[in-house]
């Protein structure tokens, strides 16, 4: 049973920084997609970035991109979003999610819905 576990979220003031960890468990995930998306209240479910297991491919959202950095440490099974120079409008619940298919080529699909496995999600706030 894949389970994909979220947290590192909390109340930062605009400027600062947070790192998210996604601990993944229930199988082997070399070869996986791992997604973050995030969600602000009465918003869809927006794409943030993507990486395939491996590290052969990343891909940002226009919005984070220079600001934001996924990366992931096999030896612990855990995806992490760095971010920094955080805005308010950064604030949203964030999701780690798993597919079991390549979703990147020379960009990786945004696409929520071609995600199998979602995390429970972690509050981040950004105060100005």
């Known amino acids: 049973q894949v389970q994909l576990v979220e947290s590192g979220g909390g109340l930062v003031q605009a400027g600062g920084s947070l790192r998210l960890s996604c601990a993944a468990s229930?199988?082997?995930?070399?070869?996986?997609?791992m997604g973050w998306f995030r969600q602000a209240p009465g918003k869809e479910r927006e794409f943030v970035a993507a990486?395939?297991?491996?590290?052969?491919?990343?891909y940002y959202a226009d919005p984070v991109k220079g600001r934001f950095t996924i990366s992931r440490l096999s030896a612990k099974n855990t995806v992490y979003l760095r971010m920094n120079s955080l805005k308010p409008e950064d604030t949203a619940i964030y999701y780690c999610?798993?597919?079991?298919?390549?979703?990147?080529?020379?960009?990786?699909?945004?696409?929520?819905?071609?995600?199998?496995?979602w995390g429970q999600g972690t509050q981040v706030t950004v105060s100005s």
């Open positions: 999610a798993a597919s079991g298919k390549n979703l990147c080529g020379s960009s990786c699909t945004i696409d929520p819905g071609r995600y199998e496995y």
């Open positions: 229930g199988r082997t995930f070399s070869r996986d997609t």
């Open positions: 990486t395939r297991w491996s590290g052969s491919s990343t």
